[in-house]
């Protein structure tokens, strides 16, 4: 019988802690299909962070390590550092990499550290159980903005790749959705592009991934998904917000 | 016979932990140990290391716990404030069994505290200083010297037990200078099966972690800890002692403060008063064995030290509180003079214990 579909090689057969209709099942795929696609299952060292994703370690089938909450990108940099030919990459959630680690974000953007991040923005603390994100929105009800986000009280959601990309460091800084089939293909081809980029040397990319998490929002994982669409996207538009490479011969 | 040099302590630390084959240091600015940084900055580029100031010390500690998670013999420095800032990283480090050397060279506390001298780190360093169960070695030294061979020894002791190796300097030592020399040392290579290297498609993935969400699992690694942790309380423990044959007062001093300690005792012999030191160079594990036997023979000890009294609880526990522990001790940056370890010792002498 022809194989038409099968697991990428880069993951393990652990299955995964998500919820139902969690999209962190569909970005780990992606990443471990540009794995694949690459051939760099061998070389690749992951990053996991604090949050929904901290067992990433047992589901990429490369090197891992588990970093402290947001600290990711400087111990990518040290791996990086130490192995310049490994291919380098961190998988970090909103509240790891746009509050409690946003230094180490901007510090490894601005020295263009060679690595590859991966930023699920879903609004929200999931593993905590639902707490109010750097990148919730204004208005949005969680656990800790129960009446919703009063922007006076507590301040605006940062749009995390727009600050990116005024910095001259990073090479390449995207963002992207996985809210409907065009959206995912279109999620791979700047995923793959944010790995590129680090095997050809040029630098610091960033994908943020816009995400939904069904459980917190407290919505059907149909109706989260719209939500992206409704809310989540009109804030944090898809785009490449950086890519200093562009229009460069291939 | 290898050359004599002179050298800032702090220097003295960054060329030894080159010659231990260190090529990664990732730190951050901080008074008084930014030489060490400085030094670094100097050489790694020119021997094809790598130096890397950080954003932050929390940035630079993460930074060693990837590079040694990378399997490289890697290194910070800090001072006190510094220190506190890693302290989570220290914790992910010892809960993960990565080998790395951290150097704190102190300074007054608490808070932003001072920039001169102090060992009221001690409770930081050898107690833990991040969160949960862990150990440090703790390195003590005493001398410029010595700056760079415990700091060769540090290396060498991360590797072999996978753990951090912290060198508790303070101002005084890591500022002043002193003729040394470099013997040529051999250096130990570790195999490093459990290290990032990418699994080239030909093993299964190493993971470098500290999570065990099932309690009876992360007991089991907290107790498997603990038996590398007996090993090496039972094998590397280290001090010096100082006329302690026929000692009736004992003094307890480490680092810069041992020196005027020395200073203090040969006074006192002179006056005929039997003193003596004991130098823990190891904090932890602290050197109990010569406390067990002098416990038996002094009248008492006295912890000098330059805090409000931490390794005094350590002499406690070593003598089982078997003869009198009086504190001589200044703060706050000020340094102990001679004299007043010499009085402690007269009243200790007859029996008048502050």
């Known amino acids: 019988m022809a194989v038409v579909f099968e697991k990428p090689k880069s993951l393990t057969d652990v299955p995964f802690h998500y919820c139902p209709g969690c999209p962190h099942g569909i970005i780990h795929r992606l990443v471990a299909e540009v794995i694949d696609e690459l051939g760099i299952e061998g070389t690749a060292i992951g990053v996991a962070p604090v949050g929904c994703a901290v067992m990433a370690y047992d589901y990429f089938a490369c090197d891992m390590i588990e970093a402290p909450h947001g600290r990711a990108p400087a111990v990518a940099t040290g791996i990086k550092r130490c192995r310049p030919e490994n291919v380098v990459f961190t998988y970090q959630g909103d509240g790891d990499l746009a509050s409690i680690g946003m230094a180490e974000t901007v510090h490894s953007a601005a020295r263009n550290e060679n690595i590859t991040v991966i930023f699920v923005n879903n609004a929200i603390y999931g593993m905590t159980g639902g707490q109010m994100a750097p990148t919730s929105l204004p208005g949005q009800v969680t656990q800790t903005s129960p009446y919703g986000r009063d922007v006076n009280h507590c301040g605006w959601p940062i749009r995390v790749s727009e600050m990116l990309a005024t910095l001259e460091g990073p090479e390449y800084v995207a963002r992207v959705a996985v809210n409907n089939v065009k959206n995912v293909k279109n999620a791979k081809k700047v995923i793959k592009k944010a790995f590129e980029n680090q095997i050809a040397g040029k630098g610091f990319s960033l994908v943020e991934v816009v995400s939904a998490c069904p459980t917190n929002w407290g919505m059907t994982p149909k109706a989260a998904l719209e939500w992206v669409e409704s809310d989540m996207l009109p804030y944090y538009p898809i785009g490449v917000y950086k890519d200093r490479s562009a229009g460069e011969e291939k | ?354």
């Not at chain 2, 220097?11 to 600015?29: L, M, Q, S, T």
């Not at chain 2, 008074?31 to 670094?40: D, G, L």
């Not at chain 2, 078997?322 to 007043?340: H, Q, S, W, Y």
């Open chain 2, 1 to 354: 016979m290898a050359d004599r040099i002179l050298m800032k302590g702090n220097e003295a630390i960054a060329e030894a932990a080159i010659r231990a084959g260190c090529r990664h240091y990732f730190g951050y600015p901080i008074t008084p140990q930014t030489e060490i940084a400085a030094y670094m900055a100097k050489k790694m580029p020119k021997i094809g290391g790598v130096f890397l100031q950080a954003e932050s010390e929390i940035a630079s500690i993460n930074m060693v716990y990837g590079a040694a998670a990378a399997g490289m013999r890697v290194m910070t420095s800090s001072s006190s404030p510094g220190v506190s800032l890693k302290a989570e990283g220290l914790s992910y480090i010892a809960g993960s069994d990565v080998p790395a050397l951290v150097v704190n060279v102190q300074r007054g506390g608490p808070g932003l505290g001072g920039i001169q001298p102090s060992q009221s780190d001690y409770f930081q360093a050898t107690k833990g200083g991040g969160h949960g169960d862990y150990r440090m070695i703790v390195l003590a030294p005493a001398s410029v010297q010595e700056m760079a061979s415990l700091t060769i020894k540090g290396f060498d002791l991360a590797d072999k037990y996978c753990i951090t190796s912290m060198i508790l300097a303070d101002g005084t030592i890591g500022q002043m200078m002193e003729p040394i020399t470099f013997e040529d040392t051999e250096i130990k290579t570790y195999e490093k099966p459990w290290a990032l290297t990418g699994t080239g498609c030909a093993r299964k993935h190493n993971i470098i972690n500290s999570l065990y969400l099932k309690p009876d699992e992360l007991e089991k690694k907290n107790f498997e800890r603990y038996e590398k942790y007996k090993e090496i309380e039972k094998n590397e423990a280290m001090w010096e002692e100082y006329m302690m044959d026929d000692a009736e007062v004992c003094v307890v001093a480490f680092g810069i403060t041992s020196r005027v300690a020395k200073n203090a005792v040969l006074t006192a012999r002179k006056e005929g008063i039997k003193a003596g030191l004991i130098r823990p160079i190891t904090l932890w594990p602290f050197p109990n064995a010569p406390f067990e036997a002098a416990a038996d023979k002094v009248k008492a000890f006295i912890s000098a030290e330059l805090s409000m009294g931490q390794m005094i609880e350590d002499i406690k526990l070593a003598t089982k509180c078997k003869k009198p522990v009086t504190l001589c001790n200044r703060c706050g940056g000020m340094i102990l003079a001679p004299d007043e370890i010499l009085d402690a010792i007269r009243n200790a002498e007859k029996g008048e214990l502050a």
